[in-house]
C-alpha cells in the first residue's frame, strides 16, 4: 500500500518513538525509508533507508529507542539536501522532501508544548497536517506504543456532517491489508451549530444525520475488503470519546481527517493514546 515512508527528525530527538515507529510501517509495507533531517541551520538532507535493510531492523529485537539512532548512523545513503529558505521552514523544507521523492506516507513527531506554544518534536504540526499532500501518521513523543505494525484494530473517526469519507477509505484499505477490525465513530456535538443548548429536537436531529452518514462510512469499509465492521454513534466531546473508545475497542490506530474546525485536529494528535493517521480531503 505504502512504497515510500518518511520520517522527519530532529537532531536532539532521533529517539523519538516516531522513528522506531515508521520502521515498523515501512517494514510492514515492505517499504523504503527516507529520513529527513537538519544537519545544520541551514540545510536539511535526505538519507533513504533500503527496503530489505529496513525489514531487517523490523525482525530484530530492538531494546530500545536508541537501536533506531543506530540504524540512521550506520545505514542509508544521502539522496538529496534542502537548503532552508526562510526561518519557518521546517513544513516547507517537508513538503518540497515529499514532491521531490514521491513520497506516500510522512510519519512526525509531536513533542509537548513549549512555553511560547512550540512543541519540543514536530513544532507547526497544525501547518504540517493542513498542508500535507500525503497521509499523515503523527506519534506522541510520550507515546506508549504497545503493538507495532501491522495493525489489529483501526478506529475511524467520522464526521457527524458527513464532510468526506476520505480517512474511511484510508482506514479500511490499511485494514483490509492487515486483517484487522474497524470500528467507526461519530460523535454527536452541538458545537456543530455554534451553540451548547442540548435540546432534545437538536441531539435527535444531529443523531439522524450521524447514523445516516457512518451507515454510508460502513458500506464503503465493506467495500474495502474489511471483514469486520462496527458502528458507534455517541453524544459527547470528540476527545474524551476517542480516549474511551480506544480502550474498548483495544485500537492500536486512530484515522481521521485534516481540517477539523475549532482546533479540534491539533487536539486529537496532542490528546491521542496512540498514533493517529491523518488524512487530508481534497
Known sequence: MYDRVLVQVDTDDRTHPAVGYAVDVAATHGASLYVLEPVETSTHRVVRIERDVVATAQSTDRASSTDEHTLLETTGEV?????????????????????????????????????????????????????????????????????????ESVLVLVDQRGDGLEQVTRGAELAARDGANVHLLAVVTA??????????????????????????????????????????????????????????????????????????????????????????LE
Open 191 to 280: 458545537s456543530v451549530l455554534g451553540t451548547s443548548v442540548w435540546s432534545r429536537d437538536v441531539v435527535d436531529q444531529l443523531e439522524a444525520t450521524a447514523h445516516g452518514v457512518i451507515d454510508d462510512a460502513a458500506a464503503v469499509a465493506a467495500s474495502e475488503g474489511v471483514d469486520e465492521v462496527v458502528t458507534t454513534v455517541v453524544s459527547g466531546t470528540v476527545i474524551s470519546e476517542l480516549q474511551s473508545h480506544v480502550a474498548m475497542t483495544d485500537a492500536d490506530l486512530i484515522v481521521s481527517r485534516t481540517g477539523l474546525p475549532d482546533g479540534l485536529t491539533e487536539r486529537i494528535v496532542r490528546t491521542a493514546p496512540v498514533p493517529v493517521l491523518n488524512v487530508h
Open 79 to 151: 539522496v538529496s539536501e534542502f537548503p532552508n529558505r526562510t526561518e519557518t521552514t521546517r513544513q516547507s523544507t517537508l513538503a518540497r522532501c515529499v514532491a521531490s521523492h514521491e513520497i506516500d506516507l510522512t510519519v512526525v513527531g509531536v513533542g509537548r508544548r513549549r512555553r511560547l506554544g512550540a512543541s519540543v518534536f514536530g513544532s507547526s504540526v497544525t501547518q504540517r497536517l493542513t498542508t500535507a499532500s500525503t497521509p499523515v501518521i503523527t506519534v506522541r513523543a510520550d507515546a506508549e506504543i504497545t503493538r507495532s505494525p501491522p495493525f
